[in-house]
């Protein structure tokens, strides 16, 4: 905010940085520069009540990854980290009310060695069970038998506000269905918890143990 022509002036004051400016005399500066002099005093200060104006941008994609607690080598215990991954993601889709077109699955071995895969899916969507089951395929294809996995990730792209999508007269009838269901769970998690539900899979698997 300072040009070439106060710098002269700021300096024969002795005023050489910002920290100077900011612990120089207000109403010096106001006498030598009128309100510019006290404009720049309050911006050295911190101090500006110019309206705030915040605009909250919609993400261009989502996802979660974690670091597993011990290296995994059996792709069906992955796939249930896996799922709860999923459902992380798309619950957080819902909540921006928005459809994802791309997903993508992530995978680190214990050599750090990185691996991925996507595809982009017939139409747009923020169910749970669509996206997973679109996981899993990308995950058997990606994963190599015995390879040791230190940690996994979903992500979905490509994402479009859910008002923006093209009703198809041809609706598959589960797909609304599978919506329903995911709205139905995403109002008793936002009540009660987000662990408050628990999948059949997840509760025997811990009977299990």
Known sequence: MVGRK???KLEKMGIKTIGDLAHSDKEKMYKVFGK????????ANGIDDSEVNYTKEK?????????????????????KILLKLTEQVTYRLRKE???ANVVNVQLKDKD??????????????SSTKIIYNEVKKLTNELY???????LVGVR???LIDEKDKQISLFEDEQNEKQEKIDNALDKLKDKYGYNF????????SRKSK
């Open 6 to 8: 106060s710098i002269p």
């Open 36 to 43: 510019f002099g006290k404009m720049i005093w309050e911006y």
């Open 59 to 79: 993400p261009k994609g989502i996802g979660n990854s974690i670091t597993l607690p011990v290296d995994y080598n059996n792709i069906d215990e992955i796939n």
């Open 97 to 99: 009310k928005m459809l």
């Open 112 to 125: 750090f060695r990185v691996y991925s895969h996507q595809r982009k899916m017939d139409s747009p969507t």
């Open 144 to 150: 190599k038998k015995g390879t040791l996995i230190r």
């Open 156 to 158: 979905v792209d490509n």
């Open 197 to 204: 539900i628990k999948r059949a899979t997840d509760i025997n």
